[in-house]
């Protein structure tokens, strides 16, 4: 179970987290401003300075316990994988890692999908594990006793990728959409349960070419704030958004000082350096800027390990770093920040050679060092994957 994002042909794992210290962040009002050219740079960003103590989750190993999806969603007593087209999503006991059931199946009828996308939505409270298919124009529900097909939501417009937020209390949910050209009108809106609009932002300038090598993204790691960035191949200057009451407000953005790729331009005259491929994340105290390059390897393109610029969301301090896993030891290619976790998937062969390294020097509680001996105690591998899932400070 990877958490991998595609680009067009280019595989590119678009992750993020965080500290901060010295250099250029301008504040303009609420929107703060980095130019990477003006960030300095630091050494590598100790994991422990921004979550608590992590808890390891060894996943039910029984054939169909398996999940090919990669999108993670958490709850007090649960965790749902969302699907991909080789299989439906799955839900699990998060104190065990035990297998519960399908979520949902893959198909066209009623209540299926070929495919989910962002983070699944678990509602303990109303017993209702929520996804969002690719290309759809329905959010759908399923019982979090069953995984059955439970109800569904009309969308008011078509959404090729997107995220979303839902309030069952309130009877609401807030959708934001991939904005392609000619095709989705708003970047998001607000809706009852109905379909009826209580308020929607049209795409405006955000609108692209009609391209899946594009993503939206949005990290949910703070409580009713719905965080949104756009991914997209070319260099476009793009910024964080945070979704109000029927606007966008800009809150942070990079400078990365290149040529913007448009329609027509000739791609061979610009280099790797010219696309960084970025991606923003929103955590309670920091900005976080995944950047990396366009590699070419043998099947196009794959990006190289990104760098980190951390910003304060106080004063706008910014660096540039790397991280460095110090409950396990171990130097991080790539980070994950999501639904206020930091979250890392270990297959069995990589997690039996870092928890040596993890129980002799890591920075563990007595009671991790016992858990993670407990999980050695037993694995193989051709056991199901590990997590690693700490909550954010």
């Known amino acids: 179970m990877k958490i991998d994002f595609l680009f067009s042909g280019i595989i590119a794992a678009t992750m993020a987290v965080t500290l901060s210290s010295c250099s250029s962040g301008k504040n303009d009002g609420d929107l703060i401003s980095i130019n990477i050219d003006k960030v300095t740079k630091a050494p590598v960003t100790l994991l422990s300075k921004f979550t608590g103590e992590p808890e390891f989750i060894a996943m039910d190993s029984r054939i169909e316990a398996f999940a090919t999806g990669y999108n993670y969603g958490f709850s007090d007593h649960y965790i749902c994988i969302g699907a991909s ?35 699944p939505a678990i509602d303990e409270e109303d017993g209702t594990i929520w996804l969002l298919p690719w290309q759809t124009q329905t959010l759908l529900g399923y019982d979090i006793a069953t995984g059955k097909f439970k109800k569904e939501i009309p969308l008011k417009y078509f959404v090729p990728k997107g995220q979303f ?43 692209i070419v009609p391209d899946f090598s594009n993503e939206i993204e949005s990290s ?27 606007r966008l407000e800009p809150v942070y953005t990079v400078d990365f000082n290149t040529r913007e790729i448009n329609a027509g331009d000739d791609y061979n005259s ?31 393109f794959t990006t190289g390990k990104p760098e980190y610029i951390i910003t304060d969301r106080n004063d706008g301090e910014s660096v540039r770093t790397t991280f460095y896993n110090d409950f396990m ?15 890392r998937v270990y297959d069995p062969e990589e997690f039996m050679e870092a928890a040596g390294t993890a129980l002799k020097d890591g920075n563990l509680s007595e009671s991790n060092k016992a858990r993670i001996s407990s999980i050695l105690e037993t694995l193989t591998p051709e056991s199901n994957d590990i997590l690693m899932v700490a909550p954010l400070k």
């Open 85 to 119: 087209i080789k299989g439906p999503a799955k839900l699990y006991d998060r104190a065990t890692g035990r297998f519960l059931c399908n979520v949902g199946s893959i198909g066209r009828g009623p209540g299926e999908y070929l495919n989910t996308y962002g983070s």
């Open 165 to 207: 937020r839902i309030d069952p209390k309130a009877g609401t949910v807030t959708v934001a959409a991939l904005p392609f050209r000619d095709i989705v009108p708003m970047i998001a809106w607000k809706q009852d349960m109905q379909g009826n609009i209580l308020w929607e932002i049209p795409a405006g300038h955000l609108t």
């Open 220 to 246: 949910n790691n703070i409580q009713g704030t719905f965080d949104l960035s756009l991914v997209t191949w070319g260099g476009r200057s793009d910024s964080l958004y945070v979704i109000e009451e029927g």
């Open 270 to 300: 610009f280099t790797a350096e010219d696309i960084p491929i970025h991606s923003y994340i929103m955590l309670p105290r920091h900005f976080v800027t995944s950047v990396s390059y366009p590699v070419a390897n043998q099947y196009g």
């Open 329 to 343: 030891q171990e130097d991080m290619n790539y980070v994950s920040f999501l639904d206020g976790y930091f979250v």
